[in-house]
Nanobody, 121 residues
Framework: QVQLVESGGGLVQAGGSLRLSCAAS????????MAWYRQAPGKQRELVAA???????NYADSVKGRFTISRDNAKNTVYLQMNSLKPEDTANYYC???????????????WGQGTQVTVSS
């Protein structure tokens, strides 16, 4: 069973920073794309940032220049460095990974349980 475990959320004042981590485990052969999504109350889940195994990145316009996604392929871990946080960044942040496993399973998307980020004004 694949598990994605997020950490690093919390409460921060506007202008502050947080770093989220997501570690994947469970018979993993490789991970293609790793990504962070977020969902605020009453809103749809949206893509925040994504990174390929080779390091190519993609960001939502709302976070460009403030957030940085990175990954450690050896640790099957993805990070999201969030700077200059705004109240509108408040949401539950979810990790997503496109996983291939040693048991033959290929390119299956898995989700973490989410970590809450709250930015006060």
């Amino acid at each position: 069973q694949v598990q994605l475990v997020e950490s690093g959320g919390g409460l921060v004042q506007a202008g502050g920073s947080l770093r989220l981590s997501c570690a994947a485990s469970g018979g993993i052969f490789s991970i293609n794309v790793m990504a962070w999504y977020r969902q605020a109350p009453g809103k749809q889940r949206e893509l925040v940032a994504a990174i390929t195994r080779g390091g190519s990145t993609n960001y939502a316009d709302s976070v460009k220049g403030r957030f940085t996604i990175s990954r450690d392929n050896a640790k099957n871990t993805v990070y999201l460095q969030m700077n200059s946080l705004k109240p509108e960044d408040t949401a539950n942040y979810y990790c997503n990974a496109d996983v291939s496993r040693w048991n033959g399973e290929r390119f299956t998307y898995y989700w973490g349980q989410g970590t809450q980020v709250t930015v006060s004004s």
